[in-house]
């Protein structure tokens, strides 16, 4: 393992720095649980509506953060605000959906979920052929092709959900049980588009999805938002959605196939086949194009102002949905004021910092994305249009869903073994005396679903983490099996608020694993890579592999 921290970093960060700073001024300080509490709380009160994007929700969030980030004293990146524009398109179809699978007319919700990202009134699909494609994925670095010398062509794709490393876990195939991005519903939509389809349907499975219907039911109904540029630079199918697995099994009875058995098939190997029945798709659909914002704000560096590290959280959620009844808002506590208070606390300590002296070598960038949710669009605009040149960026801290259960004798690192960046993070557990692990259910792709994915796409090492599986004691241990039970199916859904009683102890040591691992690369020459045999060792490659 290399040494990511010089021997002079350890005694005095200054004897490598032209301006003299204390480490232990840097790194002892005391975060806020009462404010922690207190922006948690604001942001996902029912004032804000579910804070999805172009809403009054935004707006109120957009004014919130902006306030808080001025009170630090952080600069605006465009000198006059601390907004970036995010040009979007919300997609809205209407819940009045004619869907029919073969013989079988399916129900909106109940059996199927449909959107068009199309700038297209009236969807209206007649007797379009459904293939099976397995699982969908194009992989070359595997020997894999679904789609291999298979026109899709007015054809409707249908899909397995993850990856054939789930299914066979001890192959070989993919990566094992720990899901690939191929694995990904995003991915799979993408390549069904490069392939000429008309259309894509993935077929729900809990496990392999590692989520139930109901966020997929939550999540896919109603306003679907996309980029502006996504419409218009690439060519999409024309509509996407899910089914669940019960029709899907009853769609493969009908032409006379085992889903059970075809889906064996699909994991030992490529494959497609025609289901030898028609789809028929009709609903109206309505296209509007406004701005959402990412909400940037830069605390500058004192000699390397240039090279950025980064932190990001996603201010977004998913809104109100007024079908439902009783309560309609989908408020996005944990999911994720949580995240989005947490570098609100991270800033206003390194801010702090700077004030008294203390301010970093490098840059650091605090990053509150839009439309994650919608599929990362915020972070993706920003890696694709960035304030500040990718190539002077030297690492990203994502914070997603932080702690409430209590304090752990572990850390959890999303994805671990990908990128030299982890060890900063590692180090800094020491101080709790802690230890790093993977996370425990790896088959849900974890990696791939928060905004870091989008600066890892791009090779900038970026990290998600916090958390762990193990209380530090037994009175932990039975607050956070009670606390489970109380949040248990609030993932995506209206229970997801703020409770008085969330223990944010955990919360609070790991927002300071954050902290000191960005103190430390902040105040010295070090760029992080990824490892050799990770999906992004050719775009930035670590200068130490011995440890993968």
């Known amino acids: 393992m290399r040494n990511i921290v010089s021997a002079c970093a350890l005694v005095v960060l200054s004897a490598c720095s032209q301006h003299p700073t204390n480490l232990n001024d840097i790194t002892d300080v005391t975060f806020d649980e009462a404010r922690f509490r207190q922006d948690i709380k604001i ?47 919300t997609y809205t179809p209407s ?3 004619q869907i029919q699978l073969g013989e079988m007319p399916l129900t909106y919700r109940q059996d199927v979920v449909m959107t068009s990202r199309h700038d297209i009134a009236t969807i209206d699909i007649s007797n ?54 191929y694995g990904r519903w995003s991915y799979k939509f993408e390549e069904a588009s490069r392939q000429g389809a008309l259309g894509a ?76 029945q028609n789809a028929s798709i009709a609903f109206t659909n309505q296209a509007e194009y406004s701005n959402s914002y990412n909400i940037v704000a830069t605390l500058p560096g004192q000699a390397r102002a240039d090279e950025q ?58 990053i509150a994305t839009t439309g994650e949710e919608q599929g990362l669009l915020g972070s993706r605009y920003y ?32 994805g671990k073994g990908k990128s030299e960046l982890e060890e900063y993070l590692i180090d800094a557990l020491k101080r709790q005396n802690r ?44 607050y956070k099996v009670k606390m489970q039970q109380k949040m248990k199916g609030c993932y995506h859904n209206v229970c997801d608020e703020y409770r008085p009683d969330w223990d944010l102890s955990g919360a609070l040591e790991d927002l300071d694993i954050f902290y000191q691992a960005a103190a430390t690369l902040g105040n010295n020459n070090d760029w992080p890579g990824y490892y050799k045999g990770t999906e992004f060792n050719l775009l930035r490659p670590a200068k130490d592999d011995s440890n993968n």
């Open 383 to 414: 890696a694709d249009s960035p304030l500040y040149p990718l190539d002077k960026t030297v690492a990203v801290f994502n914070l997603d869903s932080t702690n409430v259960y209590g304090r752990t004798s572990d850390y959890t690192i999303i």
């Open 128 to 181: 379009a052929p459904l293939v099976f494609v397995g699982y969908g994925i194009n992989a070359p670095e595997y020997q894999w092709n679904d789609y291999q010398d298979l026109d899709m062509t007015g054809k409707i794709a249908v899909i397995l959900v993850n990856d054939p490393g789930f299914a066979l876990p001890n192959s070989g195939k993919f990566n094992g049980k720990a899901m690939t991005y």
């Open 309 to 366: 590290i980064l932190f990001t959280a996603h201010w977004d959620h998913i809104g109100i949905d007024p079908t439902k009844e009783g309560d309609q808002i989908y408020n996005g506590a944990l999911d994720n004021a949580s995240g989005t208070a947490g570098i609100l606390e991270i800033a206003r300590q390194f801010a702090n910092q700077a004030s008294q002296g203390n301010r970093l070598e490098r840059s650091l960038t605090f």
């Open 435 to 478: 230890t790093a692990v993977a996370e425990n259910r790896p088959e849900a792709g974890g990696f791939f679903r928060s905004d870091h994915f989008s600066f890892a796409k791009k090779g900038i090492p970026a990290v998600f983490a916090g958390g762990g599986n193990e209380p530090i004691d037994e009175a932990t241990a039975q």
């Open 201 to 276: 349907i993935i077929i729900h499975d809990t496990k392999p999805a590692s989520y139930p219907w109901s966020v997929v039911e939550n999540s896919w109904t109603g306003a679907q938002q996309d980029l502006a540029s996504s419409s218009q630079s690439h060519k999409r199918v024309q509509v996407e959605g899910w089914i669940t697995y019960d029709i899907a099994n009853k769609l493969f009875n009908n032409a006379g196939l085992s889903l059970a058995t075809i889906a064996d098939r699909a994991a030992a190997s490529p494959i497609h086949l025609p289901l030898n």
């Open 43 to 89: 942001l996902s009160s029912d004032e804000f509506e579910g804070r999805a994007p172009t809403t009054k929700g935004e707006a109120l969030t957009l004014a919130y953060l902006s306030e808080a980030f001025a009170a630090m004293g952080l600069e605006k990146p465009n000198g006059k605000d601390y907004l970036q524009a995010v040009p979007m398109v």
């Open 95 to 97: 819940a009045q959906q």
